[in-house]
């Protein structure tokens, strides 16, 4: 605060907006609520008001502001101004002019204070950028300031409010308004600002922030294989605006490099992208929603196959951590692969588990392989009871194709969370000599008791369905529980080995009519 009430004795009408605007953010975004950030604004603005009307009528206080702020609002209303507002909007107007002669690329690092006229730079950072480095370079300059920025509010809107989030906030807002009389870009403290509220946002969010060795494998595998440069790029928002036909059928030719055929689709990959645009019916929404489905269980083949349910939240502050139990199991109803196992609450770190919620709470799954049942599922976690096993380890899951109501064969996979395995068997329990994506592994696997128990209730589950995957676990006192259903399995791009069981799944997979 000493330090604000003496900056104003500088005289400086830069230094008056960026404490006035610093400040005023400060306040704004720590308040817990929007309702608070609101009062918080008018009262602001009351205050700023009064203080002006103040500084116009004490001549003690008309001397540090009042004379200040009159002189900057006589520029604008064509009244008596000193001369610093005047040469600065010739030096724009002048820089300007030197942009559009070069627009692109600018004259070269220094230009305006060799080639201007003027003899010093242009006291405004946007000019000197531009006229130097063009609009691509200016543009490349502000994409940091921008990107941190974007993720700032994202991360302020999406989670709780921090300080770190609101401090990069306030910094960047107020560097990108006083980069308006202001030349900074090589200026170090701009770069130890640019730094700090990059670390501020990084240490809230483990995506952001990669290691040098993390660069250098990704760009020899994307020189090694151009096409995942493309599946990268199938990430970005931008890949939305293409349609769920042309995205599926980019990414299958990117991901299997084969040719998608569409019009008379043989293979299973090719089918299930098939099944995505067409097949669209209603209920398939629900199915694929993890507290939804907990209806449809109970209604079909009983609520004793349900995993107990703790609880069911809207938002991850609804979670109320103390009265979970020890052991418990957290996820989204919306996605898939994402949850949080904890074994005992004791050693969980209830604010990363938290950050990790919102994260997903954030989440479309839809987007990611336009598997369309995912489009319209309410965000929400459900909280269920640890599934126990008697080494402590993640259950086996037991994962049952069906094609029209009927299984035909399964995978297990075992070692989830370190070098997870799968292996196929046969509905006889016979191995399958195939691998996807995961390897098979070196121990035997014996047929579980309840098989063929398992095998009924996955075809009561999958009547009436042309295709259906269909998820069990048995816990520790050999109880069978429900998984999950999944209608597009690895979302049909990733290839099978050998390759001729891409083929054979697809002769058993028969499309229904078109759905759109």
């Known amino acids: 605060m000493l330090f604000c009430f003496f900056s104003l004795f500088s005289g400086s009408q830069k230094v008056v907006a960026i404490l006035v605007i610093g400040i005023t953010l400060l306040i704004i975004l720590s308040q817990k609520t929007f309702l608070h950030s609101f009062i918080a604004f008018c009262l602001l603005f009351c205050l700023s008001l009064l203080t002006l009307y103040i500084s116009f009528h004490w001549d003690l206080l008309y001397r540090i502001l009042g004379s200040r702020v009159s002189s900057f609002l006589a520029f604008f209303t064509g009244g008596n101004s000193d001369g610093s507002p005047l040469v600065r909007m010739e030096m724009i107007q002048h820089g300007w002019e030197m942009l559009k002669q070069k627009p692109l690329f600018g004259w070269g690092q220094g230009a305006f204070t060799s080639i201007g006229g003027y003899g010093f730079y242009a006291h405004n950072n946007y000019i000197e950028l531009m006229v130097s480095l063009g609009v691509i370079g200016t543009l490349w300059y502000y994409s940091l300031p921008f990107i941190i920025l974007g993720k700032s509010v994202k991360a302020f809107f999406s989670i709780e409010r921090q300080a770190a989030g609101i401090l990069s906030i306030t910094f960047m807002v107020i560097m990108l308004i006083d ?24 240490r809230k969010d483990s995506r952001i922030g990669k290691t040098f060795e993390l660069v250098s494998r990704k760009t020899k595998e994307w020189a090694r294989s151009p096409n995942l440069i493309v599946l990268h790029m199938l990430k970005w928002k931008v890949a939305r605006l293409l349609s769920d036909k042309a995205f599926v059928t980019i990414k299958y030719r ?3 490099k084969k040719k ?5 689709p043989k ?6 992208q098939w099944l995505k645009l067409y097949d669209r019916k209603e209920t398939y929404t629900k199915l694929v929603d993890k507290y939804e489905v907990r209806k449809h269980i109970a209604n079909t083949i009983g609520s004793e196959y349900l995993i107990p349910l703790i609880g069911v939240y809207d938002r991850v502050e609804d979670i109320d951590f103390d009265s979970l139990p020890k052991a418990f199991v957290l996820k989204p109803t919306q996605t898939s692969g994402d949850v949080i196992i904890c074994r005992d609450k004791a050693t969980l770190n209830w604010e990363v588990a938290q950050h990790e919620m919102h994260s997903w709470m954030g989440k479309n799954y839809y987007w990611y392989d336009r598997e369309w049942p995912y489009k319209d599922v309410k965000a929400r976690i459900v909280c269920e009871q640890l ?22 064969f399964a995978f297990v996979a075992s070692d989830r ?3 997870t395995k799968f292996d196929y068997f046969d509905v006889e329990w016979n191995r399958m000599p195939l691998r996807q994506h995961y390897p098979n592994s070196t121990y035997d696997i014996p047929k579980p008791q309840q098989w063929d128990k398992m095998l009924s209730l996955a075809k009561v589950l999958s009547a009436g369905m042309s295709h259906v995957r269909v998820d069990f676990y048995i816990d520790m006192n050999e109880n069978i529980l429900f998984g999950e259903l999944t209608f597009f399995h690895f979302s049909g791009f990733v290839e099978f080995e050998p390759d001729s069981y891409d083929l054979l799944l697809g002769n058993w997979l028969n499309l229904p009519e078109k759905f759109d």
């Open 267 to 272: 293979t299973y990959n090719e089918k299930l």
């Open 254 to 256: 990117m991901s299997l």
């Open 260 to 264: 998608l055929n569409l019009e008379n």
């Open 179 to 202: 980069n308006f009389g202001r030349v900074m870009f090589n200026d170090e403290l701009s770069t130890i600002v640019l730094a700090l509220c990059y670390v501020g946002i990084a």
């Open 417 to 419: 969370g370190k070098t």
């Open 387 to 408: 599934i126990e096993t008697p080494d402590e380890k993640p259950p086996k899951d037991y994962k049952i194709f069906c094609f029209d109501g009927v299984p035909r």
